[in-house]
């Protein structure tokens, strides 16, 4: 690992919440509309979008950019995750990672998490710096900046990802990367989406 990543996992800005303690830390005020741990494949993509549609069918503007941030955070994990796992006859290899959609009372909480190299780890979080410092204008550019950049094959998109994460929230990325043994950290990126923006 280069001190330049070395650098940006000793900088970890302090969550409140981290998917490695959940099942033991489990805040008061937190109401769970989606927790899932598995492989992100086409088929389960579809299931939970159809489910958060028709958990949202009331309040159709929550919903849009609840699943919207979703599909992000999913195809995330898909492109990053380390843990991977065989899922269908084509032997294709699925990311596996845990996304959770939390409701408080006055936002909704999204939160996903898994295992990625350290090098991932940094790269992302330095990615997280520069998007949090970005209005939404910035952040459009940023965004076709990104679409038009030559794509390498360790960056399979998900970087756009990020970008239309901190756009379809209105807020900023959390980021946390917790080492887990010599070539991985635990990575967890959250953000909220205000109720007072959806009326």
């Keep these: 690992m280069t001190e330049h990543n070395m650098y940006l996992l000793k900088y970890i800005p302090k969550m409140e919440f981290n998917l490695l303690d959940y099942q033991t830390k489990m805040e008061e005020g937190y ?6 741990k598995g492989p992100f494949d086409e088929l389960i993509l579809t299931k939970i979008g159809n489910y958060l549609r ?18 992000e955070m999913a195809q995330n994990i898909s492109y ?3 843990e991977t796992d065989l899922f269908d006859d084509n032997m294709k290899r699925y990311g596996i990672g845990t996304i959770v959609v939390n409701e408080l009372e006055d936002c909704y909480k999204l939160i996903s998490g898994n295992m990625v190299t350290h090098d991932t780890a ?18 459009r550019n940023m965004k076709k900046e990104a679409r038009s950049a030559p794509r390498k094959d360790n ?4 970087n756009i990802g990020l970008i239309q994460m901190a756009i379809k929230s209105e807020n900023n990325l959390e980021v946390e990367a917790k080492h887990f043994d010599e070539l991985h950290s635990f990575l967890t990126i959250s953000t909220i989406i205000d ?4 009326s």
């Design 31 to 36: 109401k769970i509309l989606l927790y899932y």
């Design 54 to 71: 028709t958990k949202f069918s009331d309040t159709p503007k929550a919903g849009s950019k609840i699943f919207a941030i979703f599909i």
């Design 80 to 82: 990053y995750s380390a």
């Design 122 to 139: 940094s790269e992302i979080i330095e990615k997280c710096q520069k998007i949090n410092t970005l209005d939404v204008e910035g952040l």
């Design 155 to 158: 960056h399979k998109g998900g």
């Design 195 to 198: 109720k007072k923006d959806l």
